[in-house]
């Protein structure tokens, strides 16, 4: 199983980024998918999820800022993340649960939120 992210980088605040995660290695139609964050000193939390079906949850600091979704023909997941603030600023990662005993996350890709 392979977690690749990629689309961070480095934004002013109110901008707008557009994460991918690249998966391989598993049947990814098959599984719900997450993406999870991780600022400076703090400890990882749940930004954002989808299901096999598409239905779509959010974290309260993303709910209407960010949209989440999946192309299963491209094996890809997205999180397209609008008026960006400083507070945004973290390594995010996409995590797949395949079962009980085995949870794959990828290395991640830095969102930096500065003027």
């Known amino acids: 199983v392979q977690l690749v992210e990629s689309g961070g980088g480095l934004v002013q605040p109110g901008g707008s980024l557009r994460l991918s995660c690249a998966a391989s290695?598993?049947?990814?139609?098959?599984?719900?998918m997450y993406w999870y964050r991780q600022a400076p000193g703090k400890e990882r939390e749940l930004v954002a999820s989808?299901?096999?079906?598409?239905?779509?949850k959010y974290a309260d600091f993303m709910e209407g800022r960010g949209t989440i979704s999946r192309d299963n023909y491209k094996n890809t997941m997205y999180l397209e993340m609008n008026n960006l603030k400083f507070e945004d600023t973290a390594m995010y990662y996409c995590?797949?649960?395949?079962?009980?005993?085995?949870?794959?996350w990828g290395k991640g890709t830095l969102v930096t939120v500065s003027s």
């Open positions: 989808i299901t096999t079906f598409g239905d779509r």
């Open positions: 290695g598993f049947t990814f139609a098959s599984y719900a």
């Open positions: 995590n797949a649960v395949l079962d009980s005993f085995n949870t794959y």
